[in-house]
């Protein structure tokens, strides 16, 4: 054995400047302040979490800290986070990298997270962690020693690529790992030829749909633990239930992952009530849909369900966009004219009338989320009509305006207005009413406006209110989609592997295509059967994986 | 020692770097900011340099610091709870590090006779021990420089004496006999000596780990393709990186302390 012994090399040198010079030296108490400050920073034990005691604002649970000391102690620090969604993988990884930071064991790190929570995982680190981070912003600089948070599509493009990889760093973490499964992907090789020293892989899901997955998760922590792929792929190949039966197996992947069940941390999540309110149209709001029908049949665009979606939600919704859309054709514009006329003469919107009902019946703070900003902007004169305080609430607004808007629901407003790309990145648990006065046409996109109130941290049962109006578009899809996978009741982690997997990704897409290209209702409503079919398969599939994956965590 | 008190250790240093401290309770501290520290401790270069540069002196903030963490005041969130994991906190006792680290002391006292010092030399040394794990210990080692005998915990020994930057009246200095640079080398050596004696098995944990790991990575890469070949160094790096058991020598602070005969005597004989 061979121990590196590192001797000061600067004390004596710039004593003995100092000395000459008699100059720039401390007083007694400077200098016993100064002792005292090393010994508070002092590691006195190998193993013993210092984050914790140097974050008083922050309470951690039970598996959290466990999970962070067995990746330390007998991880060392190259692992796989998979516990399931909502248990605070964000949190593990935080508390294990400033604990790193403290120990003086990290100083270069690289953070990689989907484009969209570059900035979500930046406020984390800084505000619960005091991790002072870095994001890439035009023109990243790699070559310094910090916390930078990248999106792993930005990274693995030059002239990012070969700077990112000449660096050494002593921490990286990519969040989302399972896109990493496929070690043909230019995604995996990146990470692979990283210089890097501790390694954290975040994800739900470890094991897709074969075992190799894992097997490739793993090479990128430690290649050689699993064996060779080939052997490895002999034996295992593309059975699923092999990770059940072989003991061996099962114990070397509890040495590199760590999975933490919902039911293991004795965390019960509250109740989701879900309601569907259905609505009838007015019959002059039914004749408007019913003309908007006949007069789109005749043409090809996809503008046709998108009218018929928008009239749904809110008449100005569908009035720009016909507007909008035939105001450089005047041809065009005849044909729409008499039907835009219909709709001027609309009287308020059957949806919104049950919306202000519905809110004032709540009596308490409620969340509204609707596709259309016209639709946002008639909502919140509705309500003000009914003396119902709202704020609006747009992906589009700047970081500031958000955190203000936000602080404005919380401690002013009633009501939060929100557009769909307002979905993604707010918490806000202390509401516990959510109306979908309108749906997406993709599941996910409904999983993220729910998992903004019914998450982690929420302490009462979940109301959610579907609007749908009754024989239209909307019934449809909420009836044959959503009901049929049961989406509202199950809290669904891996949704949007399953529908990478089908290669659904773009649900709304597909959808679109259905209603486009079904001659009848009657042909649209059985393919939306059949897809809702597959969907409700694959997911009890997975269900049946997660099982077996968390018969993996000790 | 540690920093027991917060407040006062927030107190003494700001008093010691000519900063004033306007006003305290238990738990607030208000500090009128001396202008090196609030370019040091503010972050707002570009004011300085302005300042600098029209040859006009800046005004230096003001600090408002609780440790209580309930802290509500009329004015939001004037004051900014501070402890020992905040940054500011950091800050502070990175700044510290470095402006403690240097000193030349004398024993303060109150004397008709001409009375000599005798030189010492004191080094507060950190050893960190890093494989797998991490561990760090502080050592104080004080030597005599006219006859080589040597103290340990140092520091803790003379927290009670009266210092100063200027020697007393009546009182004069003893040449050292041993220089600076060889005090300081006889003190290295001894620690030295110390850390042959301990068994170390974190060291041997770690090592065995790191073979295990690196035996692993070289049946690995010798079954599989040449796609994975490129990477064999690299990977061994960093196994090596992680595993590989180092001690660590660093000086936090030390310097040469002038100290009466008497005071000598007893601090040996303790």
Redesign the interface.
């Known amino acids: ?8 090399q600067t ?2 040198k ?3 400047e ?2 000459a010079k ?1 100059q ?24 013993e979490l210092m ?1 914790p ?5 922050m309470t951690f649970l039970s598996h959290q800290l466990d999970c962070v000391k067995q990746v ?2 007998q991880m ?3 692992a796989i986070l998979a516990d399931e969604v909502g248990l605070g993988k964000t949190i593990e990884a935080g508390l294990l990298l400033k604990e790193y930071m403290i ?3 990290v100083k270069k790190a690289l953070i990689l997270v989907p484009a969209s929570l570059v900035n979500q995982w930046a406020t984390e680190l800084t505000q619960k962690f ?1 991790i ?1 981070v870095v994001t890439s912003r035009k023109r990243p600089t790699w070559d310094q020693d910090n916390i930078m948070i990248t999106s792993i599509d930005l990274a693995k493009r030059e002239p990012h690529y070969s700077t990112i990889l000449e660096q050494q760093y002593d921490f990286v973490l990519v969040d989302e790992a399972h896109k990493l499964k496929n070690h043909q992907t230019k995604s995996h090789q990146f990470i ?2 990283l ?4 390694c954290l892989l975040l994800t739900a899901t470890p094991i897709q749909n074969k075992l190799s997955d894992i097997f490739n998760l793993v090479s990128i922590l ?4 699993l ?5 490895f792929s002999e034996k295992f190949g593309k059975n699923n239930k092999a990770l059940e039966n072989d003991t061996h197996l099962k114990q070397l992947i509890k040495q590199v992952m760590v999975r933490n069940r919902r039911t293991d941390t004795g965390l019960e999540w509250t109740k989701r009530h879900v309601e569907t309110i259905w609505i009838d149209f007015s019959k002059e709001e039914m004749e408007a849909y019913e003309a908007l029908k006949e007069l789109t049949s005749t043409k090809a665009s996809f503008a046709k369900i998108t009218y018929l979606r928008e009239l749904c939600s809110s008449r100005e919704a569908c009035y720009l966009s016909i507007k909008k859309n035939t105001e450089e054709d005047h041809k065009d514009y005849q044909d729409y004219a008499t039907l835009l006329e219909m709709i001027e003469t609309l009287p308020n919107h059957a949806k919104a009338i049950k919306v202000a009902e519905l809110v004032q019946s709540i009596n308490d703070k409620c969340i509204i989320f609707t596709e259309y900003r016209a639709t946002q902007l008639y909502l919140q004169w509705v309500l003000q009509q009914h003396g119902i305080t709202s704020v609006p609430f747009r992906g589009g607004f700047k970081r500031g305006k958000k955190d203000w808007m936000k602080q404005l629901f919380e401690h002013k407003a009633q009501v939060l207005i929100a557009t769909e790309a307002g979905g993604e990145g707010i918490n806000l648990q202390f509401c516990h009413h959510m109306i979908n006065y309108d749906l997406p046409w993709n599941p996910m996109r409904l999983e993220q406006r729910i998992g903004r109130i019914h998450r982690y941290g929420q302490t009462k049962d979940v109301h959610i209110y579907n609007f749908a109006i009754r024989h239209t578009i909307e019934e449809h899809v909420l009836q044959l989609l959503y009901n049929k996978i049961g989406l509202f009741e199950r809290i669904i982690g891996n949704l949007d592997a399953i529908l990478a997997d089908l290669e659904l990704s773009n649900m709304d897409k597909e959808m679109e295509q259905i209603f486009l290209q079904s001659q009848s209702e009657g042909e649209a409503k059985i393919k939306l059967d059949n897809l809702s079919e597959i969907i409700t398969n694959n997911l009890s599939q997975k269900e049946q994986e997660n099982q077996y994956g968390n018969r993996e965590s000790s | 020692m540690g920093i027991e008190n917060l407040h006062k250790f927030l107190n003494t240093f700001f008093n010691e770097n000519q900063c004033q401290v306007e006003q305290q309770t238990n738990e607030d501290l208000t500090i009128q900011l001396s202008p090196e520290l609030d370019e040091q401790l503010m972050n707002r270069p570009f004011y300085w340099q302005y300042m600098k540069k029209m040859g006009l002196e800046g005004e230096p903030s003001r600090l408002y610091l609780t440790v209580n963490p309930n802290k509500k005041d009329e004015d939001e969130n004037k004051y900014e709870f501070i402890h020992f994991g905040s940054p500011r906190l950091q800050q502070i006792i990175q700044i510290l590090l470095s402006k403690g680290k240097y000193v030349k002391l004398y024993q303060s006292i109150i004397t008709t006779q001409h009375t000599p010092l005798i030189p010492w030399l004191v080094l507060n040394i950190k050893i960190s021990y890093i494989g797998k794990d991490k561990k760090e210990v502080l050592k104080s080692i004080g030597i005599n420089m006219v006859n080589g005998a040597i103290i340990n915990e140092f520091i803790h020994a003379i927290r009670d004496i009266q210092w100063g930057v200027k020697i007393s009246d009546f009182c004069y200095t003893l040449t050292p006999l041993i220089q600076v640079k060889h005090s300081y080398q006889r003190i290295m050596q001894l620690v030295e000596e110390m850390l042959q004696q301990e068994t170390h098995e974190w060291a041997a944990t770690s090592w065995g780990k790191m073979e295990k790991e690196k035996n692993l990575l070289k049946q690995f890469y010798q079954s599989e393709e040449d796609s994975y070949q490129n990477h064999y160094q690299k990977e061994l790096e960093a196994i090596e990186s992680i595993y590989q058991p180092k001690i660590d020598i660093s000086i936090v602070n030390g310097g040469m302390f002038f100290i009466t005969q008497y005071t000598s005597f007893k601090l040996l004989n303790s």
């Open positions: 054995m061979q121990i590196q012994l590192q001797r000061d004390f004596l710039d004593f003995e100092r000395l008699d720039a030296l401390s007083s007694w108490d400077l200098f016993l302040l100064s002792y005292q400050a090393a010994e508070a920073k002092q590691i006195k034990h190998f193993n984050t005691s140097l974050l008083p604002h330390i102690e060392n620090g190259r120990r003086g064991l005091y002072p692979r030829a210089k890097k020293k501790y430690k290649p050689g633990y064996g060779d792929f080939k052997t």
